[in-house]
């Protein structure tokens, strides 16, 4: 079955760029989306479709999508932005998760 | 403004059944492609399945770790999707969570239900 690869730890400073990667056999095939998951509440989709942001969601998210590896990359990041991400791909079959990053602001 | 408000959680011995539910408002429900996620206590997010939208035939897909054991249906009447799961295992435990879901994206979620399979 198809997997994806997320480190499972993030350390950035304030104001830092945050890069999350995903990695899965050609990946860029495919749509990735990402969630954004705080502790006791529902997962917030991030960004959809690679690279498209719902509204809403603050322009210091932004997603790539090439080869085997999905970004996302978060600018100027915020203590706010603490969070699990997730990626997700789709290409029309099953719907599949990353195992997920734990990003630290500190 | 799109709402899931989900229902029907709780405690189940091993073996037991339970349906969960996802009322929908917002959007027209029976145009929607719905899923279900699940995340066991502490680890990561699952897709367990969805159901595509009524003129899209309404026909359900699953993961294989819970296929024949779950059952994806919908209540466009109702509005309503639902979660109808048998012979649970305590590896079943965790929060549910129901969502729409937009070419492959899933943009709105249920508050999530707790599944607590265990004797």
């Known amino acids: 079955s198809y997997a994806l690869t997320q480190p499972s730890s993030l350390s950035v400073s304030p104001g830092q760029t945050a890069s999350i990667t995903c990695s899965g056999d050609?990946?860029?095939?495919?749509?990735t989306s990402w969630y954004q998951q705080k502790p006791g509440q529902s997962p917030v989709l991030v960004i959809h479709q690679d690279d498209r942001r719902p509204s809403g969601i603050p322009e210091r998210f932004s997603g790539s999508n090439s080869g085997n590896t999905a970004t996302l990359t978060i600018s100027g990041t915020q203590a706010t932005d603490e969070a699990d991400y997730y990626c997700q791909a789709w290409d029309s079959g099953p719907v599949v998760f990353g195992g997920g990053t734990k990003l630290t602001v500190l | 403004e799109v709402h899931l408000v989900q229902s029907g959680g709780g405690l189940v011995k091993p073996g037991g059944s339970l349906r969960l539910s996802c009322a929908a408002s917002?959007?027209?429900?029976?145009?929607?492609?719905m899923t279900w996620v699940r995340q066991a206590p502490g680890k990561g997010l699952e897709w367990v399945g969805r159901i595509k939208s009524t003129p899209d035939g309404a026909a359900a897909d699953y993961a294989a770790p819970m296929a024949g054991r779950v059952t994806i249906s919908r209540d466009d009447s109702k509005s309503t999707l639902y979660l109808q799961m048998h012979s649970l295992k305590t590896e079943d435990t965790g929060t549910y969570f129901c969502?729409?879901?937009?070419?492959?994206?899933?943009?709105?979620w249920g508050q999530g239900t707790l599944v607590t399979a265990s004797s």
């Open positions: 050609t990946l860029g095939h495919k749509y």
């Open positions: 969502a729409t879901e937009i070419v492959g994206a899933l943009p709105h």
């Open positions: 917002g959007f027209t429900f029976s145009d929607a492609w």
